[in-house]
């Protein structure tokens, strides 16, 4: 009220969604559509903006629940697209199962779910997780869009730029699991999480069938990832003769391979795009080397 007096509106957030490292948002599609769209810049950007306040928030995850289908309403598309992993909670169809929770009902026996760990270890493994810096190279980032866009046509459906970026922490995360800073063609197939609704049967079955169509073109791409590495090195390498020829090479070498699978429309439609971006970078690597070097290397 004070500041009120003073002709500002201020909020007390305190105790609120804006506040908090974890939410649970029960019978989330209830509320108004104002609502709503009112958690989005704290669901998304982790801050709550007004005139007069600028606050970050420390939301870590948020859970919703909800019995209302509200995915179609132009309104809410937005809200929807914040919610990376999306499940189905189905009636139990067992007779067995149905009868032991009528039996757990009446003895009043409930899951009572404890920390595994430490709030500090928590905010320990973000931070690890945020400096953690994976390498995602230019070939497996077409993959990355192919898989996503394939899935888009098969199901009809639009995965938005945000909800693409959000993507690519997933695949980070199952790296940062493994350890291991290269990303590999095998941590793609975590993007079925994210796309997919759990328990959306055909949904999972449009997936795998890219995934596996993409996996089965990448017979070569061994080959096509050891000469990313090789032209990483030829742009650190201090003699400019030897750049100059291992770029030129590793253009010569991605004609040959787009020639080779052209004919092959479940290769070339995959591999042919990511090759073509490494010949694009090798011809600006030996162009740029062209005028450092003599004529008579250039010949050699």
């Known amino acids: 009220m004070e500041e009120f007096k003073k002709g500002k509106i201020v909020h007390n957030v305190e105790g609120t969604l804006v506040t908090a490292d974890f939410g649970f948002l029960d019978e989330f599609f209830n509320a108004s559509e104002e609502t709503l769209v009112s958690t989005l810049e704290i669901l ?31 309104e809410l598309r937005a809200v929807y697209d914040r919610i990376i992993f999306k499940s189905e909670v189905r009636d139990i ?19 009572n779910a404890q920390p595994k760990i430490s709030f500090d270890d928590v905010r320990a493994v973000i931070d690890l997780f945020d400096n953690f810096d994976v390498n995602f190279s230019s070939g497996l980032f077409v993959v990355f869009d192919k898989i996503i866009s394939d899935y888009e046509n098969q199901m009809a459906c639009r995965v938005s730029p945000r909800k693409r970026n959000k993507l690519l922490k997933l695949v980070k995360a199952v790296a940062f699991l493994r350890g291991d800073k290269t990303i590999s063609l095998d941590d793609l197939g975590c993007l079925k999480f994210g796309l997919v609704e759990g328990g959306d049967i055909k949904g999972m079955g449009y997936f795998d069938s890219i995934f596996v169509k993409i996996k089965q073109a990448f017979a070569n791409y061994e080959v096509v990832q050891k000469m990313e590495v090789l032209l990483e090195s030829a742009k650190n390498n201090s003699n400019k003769t030897d750049a100059y020829k291992i770029s030129l090479g590793i253009v010569k070498k991605c004609e040959k391979f787009i020639n080779e699978v052209s004919n092959d429309s479940s290769v070339s439609d995959i591999i042919v795009p990511m090759v073509e971006s490494l010949k694009s970078r090798a011809e600006k690597l030996y162009e740029s080397l062209k005028d450092s070097i003599s004529d008579e290397d250039i010949f050699k």
């Not at 007069?52 to 995915?71: G, V, W």
């Not at 169809?93 to 899951?111: A, Q, T």
């Open 44 to 74: 998304n950007e982790r801050t709550f903006t007004r005139p007069f306040q600028k606050l970050q928030c420390p939301l870590i995850t948020a859970i919703m629940t909800t019995n209302q289908d509200r995915e179609n309403e132009k």
């Open 93 to 111: 169809v067992d007779s067995s199962k149905r009868v032991e929770m009528y039996k757990n009902f009446l003895s009043g026996k409930i899951e």
